[in-house]
């Protein structure tokens, strides 16, 4: 019954910034970690950032200090702030539910893309 939308995609140019958001249905958000995976052309899915309900976060190595990520109870959403954006930040970026509070999502959106040009 969990449905996640993201936004907030598209092309910037290296340096700039970008802002995600995961908009979340349900009346349990609170209690779910949240994340942020990405894939890249030719690449596997990894994990960009993660939020616990109580709000501990966790990053990949290839993005801490110029990600962060965020969310919003009241609002149900997930944010990701991206900035210093590079070229290898080109991907498909997806949200993922996790009511388990593991680096394992269950539920899913759809994702949308970055790219980031040079």
């Known amino acids: 019954q969990v449905q996640l939308v993201e936004s907030g995609g598209g092309l910037v140019q290296s340096g700039g910034s970008l802002r995600l958001a995961c908009a979340a249905s349900?009346?349990?958000?609170?209690?779910?970690?949240m994340g942020w995976y990405r894939q890249g052309p030719g690449k596997e899915r990894e994990l960009v950032a993660s939020?616990?309900?109580?709000?501990?976060?966790n990053y990949g190595d290839s993005v801490k200090g110029r990600f962060t990520i965020s969310r919003d109870n009241a609002a149900n959403t997930v944010y990701l702030q991206m900035n210093s954006l590079k070229p290898e930040d080109t991907a498909v970026y997806y949200c993922?539910?996790?009511?388990?509070?593991?680096?394992?999502?269950?539920?899913w959106g759809q994702g949308t893309q970055v790219t980031v040009s040079s």
């Open positions: 349900g009346n349990f958000f609170r209690l779910f970690a």
């Open positions: 939020i616990t309900g109580s709000g501990w976060t």
């Open positions: 993922g539910a996790d009511p388990r509070q593991l680096l394992r999502p269950l539920y």
